[in-house]
């Protein structure tokens, strides 16, 4: 099997079966992770660039191991946001970057539809981390993967995706992922911040969290932005946290063997209380690692599919 | 220079005429009307099977022309018109400078004379420099031949301002067009905030934003008594503010283009940008709503808000293109597919949108074929299809959602002042 695109933009526009076949992968990825000698030589010979119009630490660190990890030359390129407009158009930098014979370019944005935009113009494969409010899909990928390692299945799952709906792109590729394997998501968080008609994407809505929280298997929370707060979308991170942080008590409604993810970083105390983030139904430093593996996966699959192709 | 028409189905409202007959024009002005004329020496057009409509009246487009003039020029622009059967157009202040003077007026005037294809008319500005802020010298572009005034691109968002500019106008008798927005609301989104926006992730004007200053506007104007023309009209609740302002007595004449009545937000997947235009694509029930806003004449025109672009700006992220979309080669192949076609407007009705009603709220002497009136004749083929190629089009720009769309409806002649300009779709 082989993904259709050259291109990771998103899950929205990829197959349930693409999906799972990636999670495939990115089991025999962690099992090389977990080994002594974390070396392998899928990716020789391939070259990997990193194009960060954003601040990033764990997303472009992980993309860079995963790529040390199988062999790659791999290069970073960061450029201030500020710079997106006023500088080189991107289609101007992406050609450049892919004149230099690079095989996979990540990049992450902070309009929705630049690495799709990207992707039409450059030859090299294109990986989407993060895009704008649209899409992280290898994020919702490792999400799924810690799922699938903690819960064994992810059909008929209730997922409760918890926060700030409305600017998440983790929170998009969840829904799109989980819904097209078969889980059960709703989304909660305050009327402000839910994306307007995001139940037609499939999920249920909830301006409670208590109503998201109950029965759950597992429970992603999301970032709160002190910037939405000054945009006046919710008064005070006092009342947020009040309404619809997480703590001991609210993990209650949840099932008894219900897991947590959080995509990182946490604000602690405010999206979810600290002994609910060092708790032991906390999964978030194991989704660190499987990050590494997943992306290990993709990189791969990618980069595989390019190379039959050029030998047909 | 003599032309005769033959056999052409005629359909002008102002006459209310409708049916085969032969037009005879002599020194750019039509001289006769009837049945079976002769002309042994000049130019006889066989418009048998085809329809003989007064040349189209656009009353909201860009020439970008002075300024932007890598976009879109008055040559340009006046051969993009020409090719959609427009022979009369208006071109909006936006430009840099922008109309707010004489001088600029002057310009566009002189520059359609010499390089023009179709008749020209600046719109003014309302307030100096657009910024909503002082008015305009609304007088002086009047009398210097402004045929309307708009901050088109910017509303007036003052209501204090904008109270002020209709007051001011109405003694100028000349036609304020108000770009509907409040700018709060809209925030910097860049396509209709719904299900569409979500699952892009993208920012979304809601269309509360238009509607909020549409009401404002109707307000104003029926508080002043004054007359408004209410410009791009998108959505469902705009038509049925303006449709109940219009049955309390408020002066108000609107307008929509045919993207709001041919595309819905779904045109924006993939990011792309060639759908991104303000006010931005709506939903089903939207279109829905002005296809029976212009039926039951709520929506009095149907204007192009022709908006040409350069590539550059379009081949950009989703959030920084720019705003609008070329529209004069597509108006009339829009308009017989989608409203004539389904049976939402007769052929009386689109003559009333795209020629006399925007001719009178211009206060224009056009939009009518008449014995003794200036000849301006579009002659279209309502049932040929063809498959729109953006890359033929003479704009300058090609910035066109509706490339490769299958379109019935074809501009085969289009005659300015007597002036044969397009012959057999070509442009002479």
């Known amino acids: 099997m082989y993904l259709k695109s050259k291109d990771l933009l998103g899950l929205k526009d990829i197959t349930a079966e693409e999906i799972q076949y990636i999670l495939d992968t990115a089991k025999t990825m962690k099992m090389i992770l977990e080994s002594k000698n974390k070396k392998t030589p899928h990716l020789a010979g391939k070259s990997i660039v990193t194009l960060f119009y954003e601040n990033s630490t764990r997303t472009r660190l992980s993309f860079e191991l995963a790529s040390k990890y199988m062999g790659a030359s791999s290069a970073n390129i960061s450029v201030a946001a500020s710079s997106v407009a006023k500088g080189e158009s991107l289609i101007d930098t992406g050609k450049t970057i892919d004149a230099m014979g690079t095989d996979v370019i990540i990049i992450r944005h902070p309009m929705s539809g630049a690495p799709h935009l990207l992707a039409k113009h450059v030859n090299a494969s294109v990986i989407n981390a993060g895009d704008g409010m649209n899409e992280h899909p290898t994020q919702a990928l490792l999400d799924m993967f810690t799922i699938m390692e903690k819960k064994g299945r992810i059909k008929g799952l209730k997922v409760a995706i918890i926060g700030d709906i409305y600017h998440s792109r983790v929170a998009r590729s969840n829904i799109w992922g989980l819904t097209k394997l078969g889980a059960d998501v709703s989304v909660s968080g305050p009327s402000t911040l839910l994306p307007p008609e995001i139940d037609k994407a499939g999920v249920r809505v909830y301006n409670t969290i208590q109503e998201g929280l109950l029965d759950a298997d597992v429970i992603i929370g999301l970032r709160i932005q002190k910037e939405r707060q000054q945009k006046g979308l919710f008064p005070t991170l006092r009342e947020y946290s009040r309404f619809f942080g997480l703590d001991d008590k609210r993990l209650l409604l949840a099932k008894e063997d219900a897991i947590i993810l959080h995509p990182g970083p946490v604000n602690r105390g405010i999206e979810l209380s600290s002994s609910v983030i060092d708790g032991e139904r906390s999964y978030i430093n194991e989704q660190v690692t499987n990050g590494v593996a997943v992306r290990m996966a993709l990189l791969y699959l990618l980069t595989r599919r390019s190379s039959n192709e050029s030998i047909n | ?428």
Do not use: W
């Not at chain 2, 002189?110 to 008319?121: E, I, M, T």
């Open chain 2, 1 to 428: 220079m003599k032309v005769l028409i033959k056999n052409g189905h005629v359909v002008d409202v102002k006459t209310k005429l409708d049916g085969i007959y032969d037009i005879f024009i002599e020194n750019g002005k039509i001289v006769e009307i009837g049945h079976d004329l002769e002309l042994i020496n000049g130019d006889v057009i066989d418009a048998s099977g085809m329809y003989v409509l007064p040349g189209f009246v656009d009353a909201h487009c860009h020439l970008r022309d002075p300024g932007f003039e890598y976009k879109e020029d008055i040559e340009s622009g006046t051969m993009s018109a020409a090719m959609g059967g427009f022979t009369s157009i208006a071109c909006m202040p936006n430009t840099n400078p922008v109309i707010d003077n004489e001088s600029v007026i002057r310009y566009i005037k002189s520059k359609a004379k010499q390089d023009g294809f179709v008749n020209v008319y600046p719109i003014g500005a309302i307030t100096k420099g657009l910024k909503g802020e002082e008015l305009a010298e609304i007088g002086e572009l009047k009398f210097a031949g402004a045929v309307a005034i708009s901050d088109d691109g910017n509303p007036v968002s003052n209501s204090s301002v904008m109270k002020k500019a209709l007051q001011y106008a109405s003694m100028f008798d000349i036609t304020v067009i108000s770009h509907c927005e409040d700018r709060e609301l809209s925030d910097e989104g860049v396509m209709n905030e719904g299900y569409q926006s979500t699952i892009l992730g993208l920012k979304g004007i809601p269309t509360a934003a238009e509607e909020i200053m549409v009401a404002r506007d109707l307000i104003l104007a029926e508080y002043l008594k004054v007359p408004i023309h209410i410009a791009h009209v998108s959505t469902r609740l705009s038509v049925e503010l303006i449709r109940n302002a219009k049955k309390r007595g408020v002066k108000v004449t609107a307008e929509t283009c045919p993207h709001y009545f041919s595309l819905t937000d779904e045109a924006c997947s993939g990011f792309n940008t060639l759908a991104k235009v303000n006010p931005p694509l709506r939903t089903r029930q939207d279109v829905d709503a002005i296809i029976e806003g212009l039926a039951d004449g709520t929506i009095d025109i149907i204007a192009t808000d022709h908006a040409p672009h350069h590539a550059d700006e379009k081949d950009v992220e989703f959030n920084i293109a720019a705003f609008g979309m070329v529209g004069f080669e597509t108006a009339l192949p829009l308009a017989i597919t989608n409203l004539v076609k389904p049976g939402h407007l007769t052929m009386n009705q689109l003559v009333e949108k795209m020629c006399l009603n925007p001719s009178k709220i211009l206060g224009l002497n056009k939009g009518t074929i008449e014995v003794g009136r200036t000849a301006d004749i579009t002659i279209v083929d309502i049932n040929e299809e063809n498959i729109i190629n953006v890359n033929n089009f003479k704009s300058k720009s090609k910035n066109s959602p509706f490339d490769g769309f299958k379109l019935t409806g074809a501009v085969y002649y289009t005659i300015v002042n007597g002036n044969v300009v397009v012959r057999e779709k070509v442009l002479l």
